[in-house]
């Protein structure tokens, strides 16, 4: 009996320590080089008010690629400038249609793929959303799902979860910072079914969302 107690605690701690295992990652960096580097800390000079080229995460931005294949987004990030001598945009993972996750950069490497939210988010870029229509797949949802348990464990000053679209509502969240007058974009990704269903799905983690139609 004893022996069988012990095999079924046994299980159970294999069983929880699975719960929020890290996902199967590919890492598919992205250029980062000196230069890359310098054009971050010009950024968020002008944008934040100080110098950095990583971040203490503190939220998760969802995103759609507005494109069909990893590929076209993974291409359009690489490069570490855009044609205005900015730094490019980019994001730190990107989530196929199947559900494989791509790391492009260190998590906490800061990323140019959310106005204002920058300096304190990691952004999720799925592929998909071409022409806003809202198709992003279950295996996407549950790859989102895996990989926002694995940061939130990895990283538990992370407090809050939105979506692009959702950028104004998430200035609720006090993160916001933007010293660029008349600086912003408007969004409508990965929309609000999305959005909800992950909210579902992980509200009782102790994340923070907001409403899904805000």
């Known amino acids: 009996m004893k022996k069988i107690f012990i095999a079924v605690i046994a299980q159970i701690l294999f069983l929880a320590s699975m719960v929020n295992a890290a ?3 590919i890492d598919k960096p992205v250029l980062w080089n ?5 054009l971050t800390e010009e950024y968020t000079m002008e944008h934040y008010g100080f110098v950095a080229t990583t971040i203490e995460p503190k939220a998760v931005v969802v995103h759609w690629t507005a494109g069909d294949t990893w590929e076209s987004a993974y291409y359009t ?3 570490e400038t855009r044609g205005d001598g900015t730094v490019n945009v980019s994001s730190q ?4 249609r199947d559900g494989t996750i791509y790391r492009t950069m260190p998590e906490n490497y800061l990323a140019r ?6 300096w ?5 870029e799925n592929v998909g959303g071409v022409g806003n229509v809202e198709d992003l797949t279950q295996a996407q949802l549950q790859a989102n799902i895996e990989l926002i348990r694995y940061l939130r464990e990895k990283y538990p000053a992370i407090e809050y979860v939105f979506g692009h679209y959702q950028q104004v509502a998430a200035r609720a969240s ?13 969004k409508p990704d990965p929309g609000p079914i999305f959005m909800q269903a992950l909210r579902d799905a992980l509200e009782g983690d102790g994340l ?4 899904a139609n805000s």
Do not use: Q
């Open 23 to 25: 996902p199967n990652i």
């Open 77 to 79: 990030f690489y490069d």
């Open 174 to 186: 006090g993160l916001y910072i933007e010293n660029v007058p008349n600086y912003y974009s408007i």
């Open 120 to 124: 304190c988010a990691i952004g999720i």
């Open 208 to 211: 923070k969302f907001f409403d």
């Open 34 to 38: 000196d230069y890359r580097a310098k």
């Open 93 to 96: 993972f990107i989530v196929d």
């Open 113 to 118: 793929h959310a106005i204002g939210y920058n």
